[in-house]
């Protein structure tokens, strides 16, 4: 392991990683193989031992990535993969797709017409429909209207069709209206794929499970599961239990600088939004908001110290934070505390923190930056 600097660290458990794959495939129907997303650097946990874990260990072969940036990442780290880009490529980028042997996902004929002007070489790609997500895809008020609009797109010639895919909204939801409308975005890509194949088309791939679905609703009709957040251990949605066996990945540590006993009506951080009532034990963490740790945590988190939790007082700084330690005399500089992840009988998790200051776990992940070292363990 390289030697890092102990202020704020990521630990990424490969062990981890590798029990969620196997939960996973486990859910999973034999039709179906996990293409792991691996988007906006692994969620936040490091693209490249993610995915040479991933490919090596876990023999993943399918990896989704959001930009042809990161899908390069994943050809250097992984030359036999396939790769799908999800997102939007700017057309004059198409030989690169192709140079790379990328898989394009393609949401128009008219884009898939620029990409071809852009090279000589066949583009393989996987065609988008949006069938009730409302982002990127083709929209279309009949299954038969849109595979219609799919063989015109491979008579364009040199863009190679393998497969269609979709994009649940509320895969997420126990309510009947959402599973409703999950169900009715699920039936038309599958009659899509039932139309294509009365007109003789044949897709190696047709796939619409994201990790809610390969949860809540699997269906060996998707030939791929694109799971993120489950691959990570995170929930789609804190309401909804995933599999119990489903462990986070990711740990955030940090460590306490200074502990000063302080008297009754010391204020604590800027704006002066924390005077203590009594004499208390404060402790300044080495974290703050440009490692990614929220300032929407201030007065509001916990972090655990010596397998307790204890508060946030005051605002979190930039680079540094202060907690309340009143209650843990063992308390001293140096000692390491976690912010997420487990400490003795206690727990706090990425999906936590999300709910405290009401946003989702995948923000959060995402969210640590750069300047916090990822130390892989396993
Ligand atoms: C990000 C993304 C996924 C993965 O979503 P999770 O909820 O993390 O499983 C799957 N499909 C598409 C199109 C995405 O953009």
Request: aromatic share 6%; charged share 25%; net charge negative.
């Amino acid at each position: 392991m390289k030697p890092y600097l102990k202020r704020a660290w990521a630990e990424v458990s490969l062990a981890a990683l590798k029990n969620n794959v196997s939960v996973i495939k486990k859910l999973n129907s034999p039709e179906t193989e996990i293409m792991a997303v691996v988007k906006a650097d692994a969620y936040g946990h490091g693209d490249e031992h993610i995915i040479k874990c991933l490919a090596n260990d876990c023999e993943i072969k399918y990896f989704a990535v959001s930009n042809l940036d990161e899908a390069i990442a994943v050809r250097n780290f992984c030359p036999e993969a396939e790769i799908l880009i999800l997102g939007y490529t700017p057309p004059e980028y198409a030989h690169e797709i192709a140079m790379y042997n990328i898989i394009q996902g393609v949401v128009s004929k008219e884009y898939a017409e620029s990409l071809t002007k852009n090279t000589p070489d066949p583009i393989r790609c996987h065609i988008k429909i949006d069938t009730g997500m409302g982002r990127i895809g083709l929209r279309y008020d009949s299954p038969q209207e849109c595979a219609a609009e799919i063989a015109e797109i491979m008579k364009i010639g040199k863009i190679n069709v393998e497969g269609i895919y979709t994009h649940f909204a509320v895969a997420d939801s126990d309510s009947a209206d959402n599973i409703a409308y999950t169900d009715r975005q699920e039936q038309f890509i599958i009659k899509t794929d039932d139309a294509l194949k009365e007109m003789g088309i044949r897709l190696d791939h047709v796939h619409f499970m994201n990790s809610a679905a390969t949860c809540y609703r699997n269906s060996p009709k998707s030939t791929l599961s694109r799971a993120g957040i489950i691959l990570y251990g995170l929930h789609p949605d804190i309401a909804l239990d995933i599999p119990s066996a489903l462990r986070p990945v990711m740990e955030l540590k940090a460590v306490i600088s200074q502990v000063k006993n302080v008297e009754s009506g010391t204020c604590i951080s800027y704006g002066r939004t924390f005077t203590a009532d009594r004499k208390m034990r404060v402790a300044t963490v080495t974290i703050g908001y440009a490692d990614g740790y929220s300032r929407l945590l201030s007065s509001k988190g916990e972090i655990l110290v010596h397998s307790k939790r204890c508060k946030i007082i005051g605002r979190v700084c930039m680079d540094q934070l202060m907690i309340d330690v009143s209650d843990i005399p063992e308390a001293k500089s140096g000692d390491i505390v976690t912010l997420i992840g487990r400490d003795g009988d206690e727990i706090i998790t990425a999906d936590e923190l999300a709910a405290i200051y009401g946003t989702i776990g995948y923000e959060v992940v995402c969210g640590i930056s750069k300047r916090v070292p990822r130390i892989y363990i396993d």
